[in-house]
């Protein structure tokens, strides 16, 4: 049986790139620790005002917080808060982009100018400025958040869904399919959107760790989830307070933040083979 | 003129010293064709022009979107002109002097003019003017982006060029790990881990402001305030910038040229320095360009941090207390800037590289 080149590529990257196993290892343990952690008989809001602020010891691994909750579990909850809002975040702008990039690259003409034009007037202002100012017009909450930070993240996704749409376009049967007067919409969704997939995970795996970068920089700011809940961000700037007393608190989200969007971007890199498996063969020949 | 520059000139049509409207031959597949010289310096300038007019309507553009969103934001502008004490009819008097009766299209027009006159309104809540505020708070962020940013445009350059011509060896995997790490880094939490080491714990800067209250004149005080964030700043912007420089000296160095200066028995570091580097610091000429809206909008999470008094502070409270005409005014000036930064880019790709082809 014939194998599958480009998946032999991916596997021998995994295979091969330390950095690739260990993000993956991360990913699953991090997603199981977020799905799985409800069932732990810890209650991450048990205010203990007699233990606050304490070190980290055997009874509390990460010390607690300023009521004396335990930190290690609150942060493992932050952590269901910034894996949703990036996973749902993701979705929201894939739709979008996804959207955007192939009806601009299957029409072309003036729909592509006009969409192409918005994308550059979109990803030129800084998304520090475009996300606050939009979220000014949104209710505060996790929902607002995440479709404000889907809304202004699906620029760069909608040009590579495009680019690919063009030279989609172009196959034979695409070609066939609109000939014999297929509908627009059938023809992009059965016969286009099969073969944009694979861009669209890669970008996939980017966007999730943007959106929790973006989402933990509006925490800390004090512009996205609010008191009752907490993510990494939120807990981060919750810590600065007490920076002086207890500087582990600080330790602890900011290290899964980085490991998260670490694994993320480098799951992304090891996608890119299954992509552009000619782009990355060059590579490796040096 | 270096002679690599004279010879691309020459490559590309037109002989080095001609003068407008002069003949010339010029071999092409073979035959002899006789050509009129258009001098490069008028393409140039016609390309730059064309580029200036073609921001205008971006630039109008950007007010459109500003302008509509301040009119679809739940507030209502005579809030800012008046005060809780005053009469209803002293309001609605006000409201037709201020001219917020108006049809849109009217209201609009003023509001650009005003603009154009540096006029940007007033806070909803302190009733100052913005102008003001911005004329004090712009300088501040400048002196903190500025000195980061080139510092991290320098050493990224050093650092790109080391990992791109040792790809794979140690050096680059050390520097492109790094990078890696410094991208998925929050900067907020660099500066806590930095405030936490360097201010409480060893006490050698201090956490917060510009200056010390009596000191403001004190140089060595300044400095002892700039370090903390000039050094978080510089760490957030040189992974970006990093990767691009050893992305492009990766490119570059598979190009026929290099080959060439190789086979020719040049040493590794001089095609380098001499070649390679020429080649890669072009493209990085369009990115100086891009960062010029970073001067108001690079350092908002750093700068509220340190409460440096800065652009950063004064829109993320102007954002947390829903202050509309401040956000917009930051808004309009950073699309305004981002244009002015790509128009620049441009510009200035134009002038340094004259292979350029979309000049025409």
């Not at chain 1, 295979?15 to 799905?35: E, P, R, T, W």
């Not at chain 2, 007010?63 to 009119?71: A, G, K, P, Q, W």
Request: with cysteine; proline share 4%; hydrophobic share 50%.
């Amino acid at each position: 049986m014939k194998k599958n080149r480009r998946l032999e590529n991916v596997k021998y990257e995994f295979k091969h790139n330390k950095q690739a196993i260990f993000a993956a290892a991360y990913l699953i343990i991090i997603i199981c620790i977020s799905i799985f952690v409800v069932f732990v008989n810890v209650d991450p809001d048990a205010i203990d005002v007699a233990h606050k602020l304490q070190a980290p010891s055997g009874a509390h691994w990460f010390g607690t917080d300023e009521m004396g909750r335990d930190y290690l579990i609150r942060v493992l909850y932050g952590g269901r808060v910034s894996l949703l809002v990036g996973v749902l975040a993701m979705l929201t702008s894939i739709v979008i982009g996804v959207a955007v990039g192939m009806v601009s690259g299957y029409f072309g003409g003036i729909v592509d100018s006009i969409l192409m034009r918005m994308v550059d007037v979109f990803s030129s202002i800084p998304w520090i400025i475009m996300v606050t100012v939009f979220g000014l017009l949104f209710k505060r909450g996790l929902f607002s958040i995440i479709i404000v930070i889907g809304l202004f993240s699906w620029m760069e996704i909608a040009r590579l869904v495009r680019s690919e749409v063009l030279s989609a376009k172009e196959r034979e049967y695409v070609q066939y399919a609109r000939f014999i007067g297929t509908h627009p919409s059938h023809v992009m969704i059965k016969h286009v959107l099969p073969s944009v997939f694979p861009t669209i995970i890669t970008a996939a795996t980017a966007a999730i760790a943007s959106a929790i970068m973006v989402e933990s920089s509006l925490s800390f700011l004090g512009l996205g989830v609010a008191a009752p809940m907490s993510s990494w961000g939120s807990l981060l700037q919750s810590s600065q307070q007490y920076l002086q007393k207890a500087p582990y608190m600080a330790v602890l989200p900011g290290i899964l933040i980085i490991l998260t969007v670490y694994s993320f971007n480098k799951l992304g890199d090891v996608l890119r083979v299954f992509v552009e498996p000619k782009i990355t063969a060059g590579e490796k020949d040096e | 003129m270096p002679p690599f520059f004279k010879c691309q000139a020459y490559l590309s049509g037109i002989p080095a010293g001609c003068r407008l409207g002069v003949k010339y031959t010029k071999v092409n597949a073979g035959r002899t064709c006789v050509r009129y010289c258009t001098k490069r310096r008028k393409i140039m300038l016609k390309y730059i022009v064309k580029r200036i007019l073609q921001a205008i309507p971006l630039l109008l553009l950007i007010t459109v979107i500003c302008f509509t969103l301040i009119n679809l934001a739940p507030y209502d502008a005579i809030d800012s002109i008046t005060t809780p004490d005053m009469t209803q009819a002293e309001v609605e008097a006000k409201r037709e002097a201020y001219g917020l009766n108006d049809p849109v299209i009217v209201q609009y027009g003023r509001w650009v003019g005003n603009l154009l006159q540096g006029n940007f309104g007033y806070s909803l809540l302190s009733h100052t003017s913005i102008k003001y505020d911005l004329k004090i708070r712009i300088p501040a962020t400048i002196k903190l982006v500025l000195p980061a940013y080139l510092t991290a445009f320098f050493l990224s350059i050093v650092l790109g060029l080391i990992a791109g011509s040792h790809k794979n060896k140690w050096q680059d995997k050390l520097i492109d790990g790094l990078c890696s790490v410094g991208i998925s880094m929050p900067t907020f939490w660099f500066a806590m881990i930095m405030m936490y080491l360097l201010g409480y714990k060893f006490k050698i800067f201090p956490l917060m402001g510009m200056h010390t209250i009596g000191l403001e004149n004190s140089f060595a005080d300044y400095m002892k305030h700039f370090m903390m964030p000039y050094i978080v700043l510089t760490i957030g912007f040189l992974p970006d910038l990093t990767r691009y420089v050893r992305g492009s000296t990766i490119g570059q160095l598979k190009e026929d040229y290099v080959i060439v200066q190789q086979a020719f028995g040049a040493k590794k570091a001089e095609i380098l320095f001499r070649h390679v580097s020429k080649n890669v610091l072009i493209p990085l000429i369009t990115k100086l360009g891009m960062a010029l809206p970073m001067l108001v909008t690079g350092a908002v999470i750093t700068e509220t941090i340190f409460a440096w008094p800065g652009i950063g502070p004064y829109f993320v409270s102007a954002i947390q207390a829903m202050d509309y005409p401040i956000v917009m005014s930051i808004l309009v000036l950073s699309g305004t800037l981002i244009i002015l930064g790509n128009l620049l880019s441009d510009i200035l790709y134009c002038l340094t590289d004259p292979r350029i082809k979309s000049m025409k």
